[in-house]
Nanobody, 124 residues
Framework: QVQLVESGGGLVQAGGSLSLSCAAS????????MAWFRQAPGKEREFVSA????????LYADSVKGRFIISRDNAKSTVFLQMNSLKPEDTAVYYC?????????????????WGQGTQVTVSS
């Protein structure tokens, strides 16, 4: 089983960019689909983006489509989230998650390994 550690969060002005990273430990990283979720104060944790184990298929929430890009480097056991044109409503704690499912999924119940989260704050 992998363990996940996110990094790269911070404070940015609206319209700016941030890049998140999620480093995985364990030799089985390439067997997992990976995703990013986020949770704003007082709200449910919501899906942001996911990528298949091979990197060939990606999935995005409508709210971030065209602004965020997910990618992975299996050789480095790392998944990335490039966030562009950030909006105040993107403010949340962002979580990296791993799923043993072979298909890309936006269902958080399909993810059985979670990181500790990294705070992203977008000021207006």
């Amino acid at each position: 089983q992998v363990q996940l550690v996110e990094s790269g969060g911070g404070l940015v002005q609206a319209g700016g960019s941030l890049s998140l990273s999620c480093a995985a430990s364990g030799r089985t990283f390439r067997n997992y689909g990976m995703a990013w979720f986020r949770q704003a104060p007082g709200k449910e944790r919501e899906f942001v983006s996911a990528i298949r184990w091979s990197g060939t298929t990606t999935l995005y929430a409508d709210s971030v489509k065209g602004r965020f890009i997910i990618s992975r480097d299996n050789a480095k056991s790392t998944v990335f989230l490039q966030m562009n044109s950030l909006k105040p409503e993107d403010t949340a704690v962002y979580y990296c998650a791993a799923s043993p499912f072979l298909v890309v999924t936006n269902n958080k119940d399909h993810y059985n390994v979670w990181g500790q989260g990294t705070q992203v704050t977008v000021s207006s």
